[in-house]
């Protein structure tokens, strides 16, 4: 059972324009949700995360909002960068077992490219 | 630099060969964690270790051994690997707990034949 979703696994976007990437997420124990890119030949890199206690969270071109009623979180990314091409992946943790036990439970990504 | 060193980049091998994936970091992370990446089923988690001598399951275990030893490296073993076991594998590391940044390896890619 997959428990954070990415449904749409690719997305194009021309340069300048905004990109907008989906994740959903089953797991209402789930409480920090973060944002990784990977580039190919290379490990995913961190990119934005956020608090289940926030519903927006800011770091220069990206944001990454979050609707817990609607166990959904979107990154915004603008304007939209030919380098922001790569496959991004949405990752949720929280407390699955006993205290201290945090596990990293990663969507399938989204490949997004950004036409110039 | 901070850094998670994995080794080898690539390695092809024969079903029922053991075989170690090095993995160091030197950022004195707690937290370490391994991963494989298959087509259309994104990052999965193998195993991960919270501190030195404390290791759990992950996702998909079955197949792979860890073990952490010391506090920097944490090793992922094949006693004995199928092509099933073809991937592409990532290792993590984090200061305290998951929910941190995690800084991952560059990959190695396993080819069991």
């Known amino acids: 059972d997959q428990q954070v979703k990415q449904n749409s696994p690719s997305l194009s976007v021309q340069e300048g324009r905004i990109s907008i990437l989906n994740c959903d997420y089953t797991?209402?124990?789930?409480?920090?949700f973060l944002w990784y890119k990977k580039y190919p030949a290379e490990g995913p890199t961190f990119l934005i995360s956020?608090?289940?206690?926030?519903d927006k969270n800011e770091d220069g071109r990206f944001t990454v909002f979050l609707n817990k009623s609607a166990k959904h979180l979107s990154l915004h990314i603008v304007p939209s960068q030919p380098g922001d091409s790569a496959v991004y992946f949405c990752?949720?943790?929280?407390?699955?077992?006993?205290?201290?036990?945090?596990?990293?439970?990663f969507g399938k990504g989204t490949k997004l490219s950004v036409i110039p | 630099e901070a850094q998670v060193t994995q080794n080898p980049r690539y390695l092809i091998t024969v079903t029922g060969k053991k075989l170690t994936v090095t993995c160091s970091q030197n950022?004195?992370?707690?937290?370490m964690s391994w991963y494989r990446q298959d087509p259309g089923l994104g990052l999965r988690q193998i195993y991960y270790?919270?501190?030195?001598?404390?290791?759990d399951k992950g996702d998909v275990p079955e197949g792979y051994k860890v073990s952490r030893k010391e506090k920097r490296n944490f090793p992922l073993i094949l006693e004995s690997p199928s092509p099933n076991q073809t991937s592409l594998y990532f290792c993590?590391?984090?200061?305290?707990?998951?929910?941190?940044?995690?800084?991952f390896g560059q990959g190695t890619r396993l080819t069991v034949v």
């Open positions: 993590a590391s984090s200061l305290v707990q998951m929910n941190t940044e995690a800084f």
């Open positions: 797991n209402s124990m789930f409480d920090y």
């Open positions: 956020i608090s289940s206690i926030k």
């Open positions: 990752a949720a943790s929280g407390q699955y077992s006993g205290a201290g036990s945090y596990q990293l439970t």
């Open positions: 950022m004195n992370h707690e937290y």
């Open positions: 270790s919270m501190n030195v001598e404390v290791t």
